[in-house]
């Protein structure tokens, strides 16, 4: 009935709960059974990453050039098989089309948040790890300076990054507006995007078209509504 239908899941669900609990408690005290492994699972350490290693794998992910169907040209395979369906006089195989690599260069854009607390150590760390990825993909790096407006947009030449770095003049104070530099990074058309910044500031609405990762000097970053968040202080 009525009732049942409403209580009787909660019930269901609190019986189980406490089935499951005496039955731990009793594996614990027994040494053997799920208790021992439940309780061995808790004593496990909580595996933590450097923050380092997550965004070269993200980066490299995006940034790494992957073969792409290509429609109006036929695979060698398929054409092997038609040759035998004609000569046959059978159907021909279902469409298969070639696989090969895109000629568009794969680009990363950092977006640098001025008026947000990057530290200038991790700031070139950061950076080292994007030179690295961009030199093994052979790809280019674009960075964009910003606060509630663009002040820098330029193009990371391989091996001049620190020197390019060290030469900008970075703005202070002010407030963060993130719609006029992402409408910049859709126009770059980029493979992926690195935002550092403390994501305080008014986003677009919709989110870019390329792979997004936050990178946020707190401990506990607040949620984007798109991309992926990543902690500098973890």
Known sequence: ?????????????????GHLARALAAGQAAGVGLGALGLRLADLPAPALPWEV???RLLARHMTPRPRPQPWRPAR????????????????????????LMTQVPRVVVGLDASGSIPPDTLHLLMAEVAGITARSGGQAHLLVFDSAIRHDLALQAGRWQAQLAALDLPQGGGTDFRPVLARVQALAPSAILMLSDL??????????????????????PRAPFGRVLSLAR
């Open 1 to 17: 009935g009525p009732d049942s239908a409403q209580g009787g899941g909660a019930d269901d669900a609190a019986a189980w709960q």
């Open 54 to 56: 997550i965004l070269r």
């Open 77 to 100: 395979r398929w054409l092997a098989l038609a040759g035998q369906a004609a000569r046959a006089h059978t159907p021909l195989p279902p469409w298969q089309p070639r696989m090969a």
């Open 200 to 221: 305080d500031g008014p986003l677009p609405q919709d989110a870019p078209a390329a792979p997004l990762i936050w990178a946020c000097p707190q401990p506990d970053p």
